[in-house]
């Protein structure tokens, strides 16, 4: 069984505009602080073409622009696609001392991501 099979769950999405597919890929988050750009590395937690859900390290305050890569890849990929996208931070939650909870609203839908996760699961 490929490794997305095993690890993508649709989730529950009465009330969504989209489903969210509970996915753990890398994540590349930027972001302008001060004066200069900031960029953080992130875990997905969840993933849907309206928005996405990662953990991370390091804050990002609400309502910060933020523009991020996406390297989805499973086990029958020779390598990682890369899905680019852009949006805002709109909730921030510590889970635990040394860990957040950041939730990004896209600006435009990431088809490409719906276009991926419907010819791998198929």
């Not at 988050?29 to 309206?50: H, M, P, T």
């Not at 499973?74 to 996208?85: F, K, N």
Request: proline residues 5%; neutral net charge.
């Amino acid at each position: 069984m490929d490794r997305l099979e095993t690890i993508l769950r649709l989730s529950d999405w009465q009330g969504r505009n989209a489903r969210r597919f509970e996915l753990a890929f890398p994540v590349r988050l930027r972001f302008q602080e001060g004066l200069g750009n900031r960029e953080i590395e992130a875990v997905s937690k969840n993933i849907s073409v309206s928005g996405l859900l990662v953990r991370s390290v390091l804050p990002i305050p609400e309502r910060t622009p933020v523009t991020f890569v996406i390297s989805v890849h499973g086990d029958t990929a020779v390598r990682p696609i890369h899905l680019e996208g852009e949006g805002e931070v709109v909730r921030l939650e510590g889970v635990d001392n040394a860990t957040f909870t950041i939730a990004v609203k896209c600006r435009a839908p990431v088809t490409q991501l719906e276009e991926y996760l419907q010819t791998t699961t198929a």
